[in-house]
Protein backbone atom coordinates (compact mmCIF):
# COMPACT_ATOMS: atom_id res chain seq x y z
CA UNK A 1 0.00 0.00 0.00
CA UNK A 2 2.54 1.80 1.00
CA UNK A 3 4.92 1.87 -2.23
CA UNK A 4 1.41 2.33 -4.07
CA UNK A 5 0.72 5.73 -2.47
CA UNK A 6 4.15 6.90 -3.61
CA UNK A 7 4.02 6.12 -6.69
CA UNK A 8 0.87 7.20 -7.46
CA UNK A 9 1.15 10.93 -5.26
CA UNK A 10 5.01 11.22 -7.34
CA UNK A 11 2.83 10.84 -10.51
CA UNK A 12 0.10 13.79 -9.47
CA UNK A 13 2.02 15.84 -7.37
CA UNK A 14 4.91 16.13 -9.82
CA UNK A 15 3.18 17.04 -13.09
CA UNK A 16 0.29 18.93 -11.12
CA UNK A 17 3.40 21.43 -9.77
CA UNK A 18 4.85 21.15 -13.03
CA UNK A 19 1.50 22.72 -14.81
CA UNK A 20 1.06 24.76 -11.69
CA UNK A 21 4.54 26.59 -12.06
CA UNK A 22 4.73 26.02 -16.14
CA UNK A 23 1.44 27.28 -17.52
CA UNK A 24 2.14 31.05 -16.41
CA UNK A 25 5.19 31.18 -18.05
CA UNK A 26 3.75 29.45 -20.58
CA UNK A 27 0.86 32.50 -20.55
CA UNK A 28 2.99 35.19 -19.88
CA UNK A 29 6.60 34.44 -22.41
CA UNK A 30 4.85 32.75 -25.33
CA UNK A 31 1.19 34.03 -25.39
CA UNK A 32 1.86 37.08 -23.84
CA UNK A 33 -0.11 37.35 -20.88
CA UNK A 34 -0.33 40.04 -18.65
CA UNK A 35 0.55 39.54 -14.83
CA UNK A 36 -2.68 39.87 -14.01
CA UNK A 37 -4.28 37.38 -16.71
CA UNK A 38 -0.87 34.87 -15.72
CA UNK A 39 -2.70 35.46 -12.21
CA UNK A 40 -6.52 34.77 -14.08
CA UNK A 41 -5.10 31.65 -15.15
CA UNK A 42 -4.01 29.61 -12.68
CA UNK A 43 -6.83 30.47 -10.57
CA UNK A 44 -9.80 28.64 -13.54
CA UNK A 45 -7.35 25.40 -12.28
CA UNK A 46 -7.98 25.87 -8.97
CA UNK A 47 -11.97 27.43 -9.68
CA UNK A 48 -12.62 24.17 -11.37
CA UNK A 49 -10.61 21.52 -8.69
CA UNK A 50 -12.40 23.72 -5.98
CA UNK A 51 -15.88 23.19 -8.00
CA UNK A 52 -14.97 19.07 -7.70
CA UNK A 53 -13.50 18.76 -4.45
CA UNK A 54 -16.33 20.75 -2.36
CA UNK A 55 -19.36 20.12 -4.52
CA UNK A 56 -19.04 17.17 -6.50
CA UNK A 57 -16.85 14.82 -4.39
CA UNK A 58 -18.19 14.80 -1.23
CA UNK A 59 -21.75 13.51 -2.86
CA UNK A 60 -20.21 10.33 -4.62
CA UNK A 61 -20.16 6.98 -2.88
CA UNK A 62 -16.72 5.16 -3.17
CA UNK A 63 -17.11 3.17 -6.52
CA UNK A 64 -18.08 5.95 -8.49
CA UNK A 65 -14.96 8.14 -7.19
CA UNK A 66 -12.95 5.14 -7.80
CA UNK A 67 -13.91 5.20 -11.26
CA UNK A 68 -13.85 8.71 -11.76
CA UNK A 69 -10.00 8.55 -10.11
CA UNK A 70 -8.73 6.56 -12.92
CA UNK A 71 -10.71 8.40 -15.80
CA UNK A 72 -8.97 11.84 -14.06
CA UNK A 73 -5.64 10.29 -14.93
CA UNK A 74 -6.42 9.75 -18.26
CA UNK A 75 -7.75 13.50 -18.43
CA UNK A 76 -4.21 14.57 -17.23
CA UNK A 77 -2.53 12.80 -20.37
CA UNK A 78 -4.86 14.83 -22.94
CA UNK A 79 -4.16 17.79 -20.76
CA UNK A 80 -0.32 17.43 -21.31
CA UNK A 81 -0.86 16.98 -25.01
CA UNK A 82 -3.10 19.98 -25.48
CA UNK A 83 -0.82 22.27 -23.31
CA UNK A 84 1.65 21.55 -26.27
CA UNK A 85 -0.73 22.80 -28.90
CA UNK A 86 -2.27 25.22 -26.74
CA UNK A 87 -3.11 28.69 -28.54
CA UNK A 88 -4.66 31.79 -26.09
CA UNK A 89 -7.86 30.59 -26.44
CA UNK A 90 -7.47 26.72 -25.61
CA UNK A 91 -4.90 27.00 -22.75
CA UNK A 92 -8.15 28.35 -20.98
CA UNK A 93 -10.23 24.75 -21.79
CA UNK A 94 -7.38 22.82 -20.96
CA UNK A 95 -6.73 24.55 -17.55
CA UNK A 96 -10.05 23.84 -16.65
CA UNK A 97 -9.83 20.48 -17.27
CA UNK A 98 -6.90 19.86 -15.48
CA UNK A 99 -8.38 21.57 -12.73
CA UNK A 100 -11.40 18.86 -12.99
CA UNK A 101 -9.15 16.07 -13.05
CA UNK A 102 -7.32 17.62 -10.02
CA UNK A 103 -10.09 17.89 -8.16
CA UNK A 104 -11.07 13.63 -8.15
CA UNK A 105 -7.35 12.86 -7.34
CA UNK A 106 -6.32 14.80 -4.32
CA UNK A 107 -8.49 14.51 -1.97
CA UNK A 108 -9.09 10.64 -2.62
CA UNK A 109 -5.03 9.94 -2.30
CA UNK A 110 -5.42 11.41 1.10
CA UNK A 111 -8.00 9.85 2.26
CA UNK A 112 -6.57 6.51 0.38
CA UNK A 113 -3.18 7.57 2.97
CA UNK A 114 -5.28 7.86 6.26
CA UNK A 115 -7.50 4.18 6.16
CA UNK A 116 -5.18 2.12 8.21
CA UNK A 117 -6.95 1.01 11.39
CA UNK A 118 -4.10 1.19 13.29
CA UNK A 119 -3.30 5.27 14.52
CA UNK A 120 0.70 4.83 14.43
CA UNK A 121 0.71 3.44 10.83
CA UNK A 122 -2.04 5.62 10.02
CA UNK A 123 0.00 8.78 10.82
CA UNK A 124 2.93 7.05 9.44
CA UNK A 125 1.65 6.64 6.33
CA UNK A 126 -0.06 10.24 6.18
CA UNK A 127 3.99 11.38 6.93
CA UNK A 128 4.73 9.41 3.96
CA UNK A 129 2.45 10.54 1.02
CA UNK A 130 3.85 13.94 2.46
CA UNK A 131 7.16 12.63 1.27
CA UNK A 132 5.43 11.17 -1.82
CA UNK A 133 4.93 14.98 -2.66
CA UNK A 134 8.20 16.21 -1.53
CA UNK A 135 9.85 14.20 -3.72
CA UNK A 136 7.78 14.65 -6.78
CA UNK A 137 8.13 18.20 -5.58
CA UNK A 138 12.17 17.94 -5.50
CA UNK A 139 12.62 15.49 -8.91
CA UNK A 140 9.83 17.01 -10.97
CA UNK A 141 11.55 20.61 -10.73
CA UNK A 142 14.98 18.91 -11.11
CA UNK A 143 13.93 17.45 -14.09
CA UNK A 144 12.15 20.47 -15.52
CA UNK A 145 15.48 22.47 -14.89
CA UNK A 146 17.04 19.95 -16.70
CA UNK A 147 14.81 19.88 -19.79
CA UNK A 148 14.31 23.34 -19.62
CA UNK A 149 17.96 23.98 -20.66
CA UNK A 150 17.51 22.38 -24.35
CA UNK A 151 13.72 22.81 -24.76
CA UNK A 152 10.80 25.22 -24.58
CA UNK A 153 8.54 25.89 -21.94
CA UNK A 154 5.90 24.18 -24.18
CA UNK A 155 7.91 20.89 -24.65
CA UNK A 156 7.89 20.35 -21.09
CA UNK A 157 4.38 18.90 -21.42
CA UNK A 158 5.64 16.55 -23.10
CA UNK A 159 8.06 15.24 -21.07
CA UNK A 160 6.01 14.36 -18.20
CA UNK A 161 3.38 12.32 -20.26
CA UNK A 162 5.52 8.65 -18.83
CA UNK A 163 5.34 9.87 -15.19
CA UNK A 164 1.11 10.32 -15.77
CA UNK A 165 1.41 7.01 -17.46
CA UNK A 166 2.74 5.55 -14.33
CA UNK A 167 0.47 7.17 -12.20
CA UNK A 168 -2.14 5.47 -14.56
CA UNK A 169 -1.59 1.98 -14.12
CA UNK A 170 -0.96 2.41 -10.21
CA UNK A 171 -4.29 4.06 -10.29
CA UNK A 172 -6.11 0.85 -10.10
CA UNK A 173 -4.62 -0.47 -6.93
CA UNK A 174 -5.27 3.15 -4.96
CA UNK A 175 -7.49 1.73 -1.65
CA UNK A 176 -10.95 3.53 -1.32
CA UNK A 177 -13.12 3.62 1.70
CA UNK A 178 -14.82 0.10 2.30
CA UNK A 179 -17.72 1.54 3.71
CA UNK A 180 -21.55 2.35 2.88
CA UNK A 181 -22.32 5.07 5.80
CA UNK A 182 -20.07 7.49 4.23
CA UNK A 183 -21.46 10.48 5.39
CA UNK A 184 -20.89 14.62 5.09
CA UNK A 185 -23.19 15.44 7.52
CA UNK A 186 -21.97 17.88 9.98
CA UNK A 187 -18.37 17.48 8.82
CA UNK A 188 -18.01 21.45 8.33
CA UNK A 189 -18.53 21.81 12.28
CA UNK A 190 -15.88 18.85 12.75
CA UNK A 191 -12.94 20.66 14.98
CA UNK A 192 -10.11 18.42 13.00
CA UNK A 193 -11.05 19.52 10.24
CA UNK A 194 -11.86 23.22 11.26
CA UNK A 195 -8.49 23.33 12.70
CA UNK A 196 -6.56 21.81 9.82
CA UNK A 197 -8.28 24.35 7.75
CA UNK A 198 -6.74 27.22 10.37
CA UNK A 199 -3.31 25.05 10.35
CA UNK A 200 -2.88 25.36 6.26
CA UNK A 201 -3.57 29.16 6.17
CA UNK A 202 -0.82 29.50 7.96
CA UNK A 203 1.53 28.18 5.22
CA UNK A 204 0.01 27.92 2.11
CA UNK A 205 -1.22 31.84 2.14
CA UNK A 206 2.81 32.39 1.21
CA UNK A 207 2.68 29.25 -0.52
CA UNK A 208 -0.06 30.02 -2.93
CA UNK A 209 1.65 33.21 -4.08
CA UNK A 210 5.18 31.47 -4.37
CA UNK A 211 4.28 28.65 -6.52
CA UNK A 212 3.19 31.31 -9.21
CA UNK A 213 5.36 34.05 -8.86
CA UNK A 214 8.51 32.50 -7.29
CA UNK A 215 10.29 31.95 -10.76
CA UNK A 216 8.65 35.77 -12.13
CA UNK A 217 10.06 37.01 -8.86
CA UNK A 218 13.96 35.86 -9.36
CA UNK A 219 14.02 36.64 -12.72
CA UNK A 220 12.91 40.29 -12.13
CA UNK A 221 14.98 40.90 -9.25
CA UNK A 222 18.40 39.18 -9.48
CA UNK A 223 17.65 39.27 -13.52
CA UNK A 224 19.06 35.49 -13.94
CA UNK A 225 17.97 32.98 -16.71
CA UNK A 226 14.88 31.24 -16.56
CA UNK A 227 16.29 27.36 -15.90
CA UNK A 228 18.13 29.64 -12.81
CA UNK A 229 15.51 31.34 -11.37
CA UNK A 230 13.79 27.49 -10.88
CA UNK A 231 16.09 26.14 -9.39
CA UNK A 232 15.04 27.46 -6.33
CA UNK A 233 11.90 25.04 -6.08
CA UNK A 234 14.61 22.26 -5.91
CA UNK A 235 16.43 23.29 -2.48
CA UNK A 236 13.24 24.49 -1.55
CA UNK A 237 11.36 20.94 -1.93
CA UNK A 238 14.53 19.42 -0.56
CA UNK A 239 14.63 20.74 2.90
CA UNK A 240 10.51 20.05 2.64
CA UNK A 241 11.54 16.30 1.88
CA UNK A 242 13.73 15.77 4.82
CA UNK A 243 10.98 17.63 6.87
CA UNK A 244 8.45 14.95 6.31
CA UNK A 245 11.78 12.19 6.13
CA UNK A 246 11.81 13.02 9.59
CA UNK A 247 8.10 12.89 10.16
CA UNK A 248 7.53 9.54 9.00
CA UNK A 249 10.50 7.87 10.87
CA UNK A 250 9.33 9.89 14.20
CA UNK A 251 5.49 10.38 14.18
CA UNK A 252 4.65 13.10 16.36
CA UNK A 253 2.74 12.55 19.42
CA UNK A 254 2.38 16.40 20.14
CA UNK A 255 1.86 18.46 17.48
CA UNK A 256 1.15 22.16 19.42
CA UNK A 257 5.14 22.52 19.29
CA UNK A 258 6.45 21.99 16.46
CA UNK A 259 3.36 23.91 14.86
CA UNK A 260 4.10 26.84 16.94
CA UNK A 261 8.32 27.05 15.47
CA UNK A 262 6.75 26.39 12.31
CA UNK A 263 5.03 29.30 11.57
CA UNK A 264 7.30 31.88 13.32
CA UNK A 265 9.62 30.02 10.50
CA UNK A 266 6.99 31.26 8.06
CA UNK A 267 6.99 34.75 9.77
CA UNK A 268 10.13 35.45 9.56
CA UNK A 269 11.39 34.31 6.47
CA UNK A 270 8.14 36.57 5.23
CA UNK A 271 9.95 39.83 6.79
CA UNK A 272 13.29 39.00 5.25
CA UNK A 273 12.00 39.66 1.85
CA UNK A 274 12.84 43.51 1.54
CA UNK A 275 15.97 42.97 2.61
CA UNK A 276 16.98 40.40 0.12
CA UNK A 277 20.59 41.57 -2.10
CA UNK A 278 21.71 38.58 -3.84
CA UNK A 279 19.82 35.49 -5.47
CA UNK A 280 21.72 33.11 -2.94
CA UNK A 281 20.21 35.16 -0.31
CA UNK A 282 16.65 33.90 -2.12
CA UNK A 283 18.02 30.43 -2.00
CA UNK A 284 18.98 30.12 1.72
CA UNK A 285 15.49 31.57 2.20
CA UNK A 286 13.68 29.37 0.74
CA UNK A 287 15.73 26.29 2.58
CA UNK A 288 14.32 28.28 5.35
CA UNK A 289 10.68 28.19 4.41
CA UNK A 290 11.12 24.30 2.99
CA UNK A 291 10.81 23.92 6.92
CA UNK A 292 7.36 24.84 7.03
CA UNK A 293 6.33 23.62 3.91
CA UNK A 294 7.38 19.99 4.75
CA UNK A 295 6.02 20.16 8.22
CA UNK A 296 2.33 22.06 8.35
CA UNK A 297 0.77 20.24 5.49
CA UNK A 298 1.21 16.62 7.13
CA UNK A 299 0.47 17.59 10.45
CA UNK A 300 -2.82 19.30 8.58
CA UNK A 301 -4.15 16.19 7.35
CA UNK A 302 -2.86 14.00 10.89
CA UNK A 303 -5.49 16.49 12.91
CA UNK A 304 -7.95 15.42 9.83
CA UNK A 305 -7.68 11.62 10.54
CA UNK A 306 -7.22 12.20 14.82
CA UNK A 307 -10.49 13.89 14.83
CA UNK A 308 -13.04 12.33 12.12
CA UNK A 309 -14.32 8.97 11.94
CA UNK A 310 -13.88 6.43 8.44
CA UNK A 311 -16.98 7.40 7.22
CA UNK A 312 -16.66 11.45 8.01
CA UNK A 313 -12.68 10.98 6.28
CA UNK A 314 -13.74 11.35 2.42
CA UNK A 315 -15.64 14.23 3.49
CA UNK A 316 -13.60 16.39 5.55
CA UNK A 317 -10.63 15.65 2.67
CA UNK A 318 -12.37 17.04 0.05
CA UNK A 319 -13.49 20.10 2.08
CA UNK A 320 -9.86 20.44 3.09
CA UNK A 321 -8.49 20.11 -0.37
CA UNK A 322 -11.80 22.73 -1.73
CA UNK A 323 -10.74 25.12 0.97
CA UNK A 324 -6.64 24.94 -0.39
CA UNK A 325 -7.78 25.15 -4.06
CA UNK A 326 -9.93 28.95 -3.02
CA UNK A 327 -6.26 29.94 -1.29
CA UNK A 328 -4.58 29.09 -4.80
CA UNK A 329 -7.03 30.62 -6.55
CA UNK A 330 -7.67 34.23 -4.85
CA UNK A 331 -4.44 34.43 -3.41
CA UNK A 332 -2.36 34.78 -6.52
CA UNK A 333 -4.92 37.47 -8.24
CA UNK A 334 -4.63 39.18 -5.18
CA UNK A 335 -0.95 39.04 -5.03
CA UNK A 336 -0.72 39.96 -8.65
CA UNK A 337 -2.42 42.61 -8.42
CA UNK A 338 -0.41 44.09 -5.44
CA UNK A 339 2.95 43.48 -6.67
CA UNK A 340 1.97 46.29 -9.54
CA UNK A 341 1.34 48.63 -6.92
CA UNK A 342 4.16 48.00 -4.09
CA UNK A 343 6.39 45.35 -6.38
CA UNK A 344 7.06 41.30 -5.17
CA UNK A 345 9.24 42.57 -2.15
CA UNK A 346 6.75 44.25 -0.40
CA UNK A 347 3.91 42.01 -1.27
CA UNK A 348 5.38 38.87 0.24
CA UNK A 349 6.10 40.76 3.45
CA UNK A 350 2.58 41.61 3.90
CA UNK A 351 1.73 38.40 3.74
CA UNK A 352 2.35 37.73 7.02
CA UNK A 353 -0.84 39.40 8.42
CA UNK A 354 -2.95 36.30 7.32
CA UNK A 355 -0.41 34.07 8.78
CA UNK A 356 -0.18 35.92 11.87
CA UNK A 357 -4.13 36.13 12.49
CA UNK A 358 -4.86 32.30 11.60
CA UNK A 359 -2.23 31.48 13.88
CA UNK A 360 -3.62 33.31 16.73
CA UNK A 361 -7.16 32.01 16.39
CA UNK A 362 -6.06 28.57 15.92
CA UNK A 363 -4.37 28.58 19.02
CA UNK A 364 -7.43 30.60 21.15
CA UNK A 365 -10.03 28.20 19.82
CA UNK A 366 -8.52 25.04 19.41
CA UNK A 367 -5.19 25.14 21.78
CA UNK A 368 -6.31 23.03 24.24
CA UNK A 369 -7.99 20.46 22.04
CA UNK A 370 -5.69 17.48 23.15
CA UNK A 371 -7.87 15.25 20.47
CA UNK A 372 -6.37 17.31 17.61
CA UNK A 373 -3.12 18.02 19.45
CA UNK A 374 -1.94 15.05 21.11
CA UNK A 375 -2.38 11.26 20.14
CA UNK A 376 -4.20 8.46 21.90
CA UNK A 377 -1.27 6.33 20.50
CA UNK A 378 -0.75 4.97 24.29
CA UNK A 379 -4.88 4.44 24.84
CA UNK A 380 -5.25 2.44 21.36
CA UNK A 381 -2.35 0.24 21.98
CA UNK A 382 -3.68 -0.77 25.52
CA UNK A 383 -6.63 -1.95 24.30
CA UNK A 384 -5.60 -3.53 21.42
CA UNK A 385 -3.44 -5.56 23.19
CA UNK A 386 -6.95 -6.65 25.08
CA UNK A 387 -8.52 -7.32 22.30
CA UNK A 388 -6.18 -9.52 21.40
CA UNK A 389 -5.78 -11.17 24.64
CA UNK A 390 -9.87 -12.11 24.37
CA UNK A 391 -9.21 -13.18 21.16
Known amino acids: MAITVIIMTFSMRATNNMIITTV ?4 KIDLGFSRFLVGIISAVIYLFTFTVTFYINPRLN ?65 SLYSVGLSLSLILGPTIEDYILTFVSYRDVFLFFIPVVV ?14 KN ?5 VMKNDGLRASILTITTYNVPFAALSIFLTLYAISKFHVSGAVAYSPYIYFFSVSFLTRIALTVHPLKHIKIPLI ?4 ITGFALTMFPF ?4 TDFLLLMMLLGIPHGSIFPMSTIMIARGTTVEQRSAANSYFMAYNNILFMIIPLVFGYIVGFIGYDYSFFILIIPVIASAIYLFKIYGNNSTIFISNLKHQQKVSVEDRQKA
Open 24 to 27: PLLA
Open 166 to 179: AGLIVSTMIKFPNT
Open 62 to 126: STIRRKLFIGANVAILVALVGYYFADGITVWIISALAGLAYGIMMPNLITSSSLLKDQRDRERLI
Open 182 to 186: ETRAN
Open 261 to 264: ISII
Open 276 to 279: LSTF
